[in-house]
């Protein structure tokens, strides 16, 4: 177990608009990282600029020892670090397996022979395997956000984004993204997770960072976190006569 | 039709909740294909054929090639242009050039419009694939009518009046029919080898989302580059010998949209994004034309734009592709099935 991922003093934004600000945490190998922050604190931003479509303007991403702050987008995810889109984008005119197939033969470099395994693989960790040739379009919401996550391990990374894959789904659908994350942590996959439904920041995740205007407000236990002040007041605001 | 024949021999691909697609592919279609080429071959060689229903079946070879690369394009990759025109106009002036004012051989003038037409597309690309959807149709037709207007006033092609192809010697129908037939061999098997490989799996995704598909490593500029390329030579291979066969060019008839107007009416009807539309579609064309030639001028076009909204209406995927979803089967699919 060592350091995954270093974030130091990183800021950036888009044009004139800064949203990071002198961002810092770091991301132990094997763990699930959970992130939480009120609506544009920078979480998003932070993936983009992890994945690389947006290039900060000061700070340093080390991943596994590689300086990445600068790096093009598909060489990053050659390095091993996979993501899932907030709002699902599958290709709707191809079958559940061929959705990760792609992934499996453009992202990890398979032949289509090999591609074939990691891409039934990936379906059955996140069970959509009964679900293989389906056409994705034809997927409810939870199998879409189960074929992001597919779809990201098809790429075989070593570091894997979620962006809010429990939004907008029952409670019993949450307890199945829950169970799949145990199940891909259990694999050994690191994960730095988004998501503002706290029952899986709490019950699922090793470490948990508050984010509020882009920087890192508190890192620590899930409950701790979740308990403490600061976060409170960041989400709920501060008494004006305080 | 031979598929009924076909389906029983067929391996069944199991689909747990999809159903069952039976793909007609492998051996025994491999087999049918090469029969009917031969068969076609041999017809054209031996001189059975009237040179009449050789002109007929040339004129599908030619469209069933420029519509299979404009569905590569289309309905496989997401390009949707409005401008193939260009390659056809480019084509056919290189060849009445190399024959009429350089005195060359017309295969000279196909070399001539094929390098020219690469050159062309590598230069276009670069413009082109800034754009995207309607943006990305509508400036393909602009660069066509583009060419088309400073055709017209080029005096080195003699301005809109046109210009003659002066092959010497002339081919015969049956030459052209031979060379015709080869094109579309050659361009059937190109499109369909293409979308068997890494790249052309990787090109569907990026026809349903561009970003999500390079977010999982597929290169868009590569993929796209390729398809555009490989799709303006065989378009300009088409029009070269489209116009040898007709023997003259102008303009508003090289750089028409009436091209283009072709290619998407032969996709629709025959069903885009499937190996076998183009192929139905073209030969139904043909046969249309043909036939509504006799009608009084504009009413052509007229019966042919009622057909396509007939068509888009009723057999929304078009003949073949409604007939493969009823009938569950998929000739020369391209689809990966896990195998389990």
């Known amino acids: ?34 992130v939480i922050g009120p609506n544009g604190c ?12 947006i290039i900060p303007s000061k700070g ?37 397996f061929e959705n990760v197939l792609v992934a499996a033969v453009h992202g990890a470099g398979h ?73 891909l942590k ?12 706290i029952e899986t920041m709490v019950n699922s995740t090793d470490t948990l960072m508050c984010m509020a205007e882009g920087r890192n407000l508190l890192v620590g236990k899930p409950l701790d976190v979740m308990n403490s002040k600061l976060v409170e007041e960041v989400y709920l605001g501060v008494p004006e006569d305080e | 039709m031979k598929i009924p024949v076909l389906l029983d021999r067929k391996k069944t691909k199991a689909a747990s909740s999809g159903g069952q697609v039976r793909v007609l592919d492998g051996v025994p279609m491999l087999a049918a294909c090469v029969a009917i080429a031969a068969a076609l071959y041999i017809f054209g060689l031996t001189g059975v054929l009237s040179s009449n229903i050789q002109r007929y079946l040339l004129k599908i070879f030619l469209y069933c090639t420029l519509s299979s690369m404009w569905n590569l394009m289309s309905g496989y990759t997401g390009m949707t242009s409005l401008g193939q025109q260009t390659y056809i106009g480019l084509a056919g002036y290189s060849l009445t050039v190399m ?49 088309r207007t400073f ?6 092609v003699k301005k809109g009046a046109g210009m003659t192809v002066a092959a010497r010697p002339y081919p015969s129908t049956s030459t052209i029919y031979i060379i015709a037939l080869t094109l579309c061999i050659i361009a059937l098997a190109v499109v369909y080898f293409l ?36 799709s303006a030579i065989f378009t300009a291979l088409a029009g070269g010998i489209f116009y040898l066969n007709k023997g003259s060019i102008y303009p508003a008839g090289g750089f028409g949209i009436s091209w283009t107007v072709s290619m998407v009416f032969i996709v629709i009807i025959g069903g885009i994004g499937t190996m076998g539309g183009p192929v139905l579609g073209s030969i139904l064309y043909v046969i249309f034309e043909e036939q509504l030639a006799k009608l009084p001028g504009g009413w052509t076009n007229i019966v042919l734009g009622l057909i396509a909204i007939l068509v888009i209406l009723f057999l929304p995927d078009g003949i073949l592709g409604t007939l493969q979803k009823k009938l569950r089967f998929e000739i020369l699919s391209q689809k990966r099935f896990s195998g389990e």
């Open chain 1, 1 to 34: 177990m060592g350091t995954k991922l270093v974030f130091s003093n990183v800021s950036a934004g888009y044009g004139r608009i800064q949203i990071l600000s002198d961002l810092s945490f770091e991301v132990q190998e094997g763990e699930v990282f959970g």
């Open chain 1, 42 to 53: 920078g979480k998003t931003t932070m993936f983009n600029a992890l994945i690389g479509l």
């Open chain 1, 60 to 96: 340093e991403i080390i991943f596994d020892g590689h300086n990445i702050t600068k790096m093009a987008a598909n060489a990053r995810c050659r390095l091993g670090i996979g993501r899932t889109y907030q709002v699902p984008r599958p290709f709707e005119g191809m079958s559940v």
């Open chain 1, 111 to 183: 032949s289509e022979k090999e591609g074939r395994r990691v891409a039934l693989d990936a379906l059955k960790l996140t069970g959509l395997y009964d679900k293989r040739e389906v056409r994705a379009g034809e997927l409810t919401l939870l199998d879409r956000k189960r074929l992001e996550i597919a779809r990201a391990l098809g790429t075989e990374p070593k570091l894997l984004l979620l962006d809010e894959v429990a939004a907008g789904l029952t409670e019993a659908e949450v307890k199945d993204v829950m169970k799949m994350v145990a199940d």
């Open chain 1, 186 to 197: 259990a694999a050994g996959y690191t994960i730095i997770w988004i998501e503002h439904v």
């Open chain 2, 99 to 147: 024959t009429a004012t350089y005195a060359m051989s017309y295969w000279v003038g196909f070399l001539v419009g094929a390098v020219i037409s690469t050159i062309v597309s590598l230069i276009l690309a670069i413009i082109l694939f800034r754009m995207r959807g309607m943006y990305f149709a509508v400036a393909t037709w602009v660069v066509a009518e583009a060419l």
């Open chain 2, 151 to 156: 055709f017209t006033s080029w005096k080195f």
């Open chain 2, 195 to 230: 979308l068997k490989s890494r790249v052309g799996l990787g090109l569907t995704a990026m026809r349903d989302d561009p970003d999500a598909a390079s977010s999982v490593g597929v290169d868009i500029f590569k993929s796209k580059l390729l398809v555009y390329v490989v």
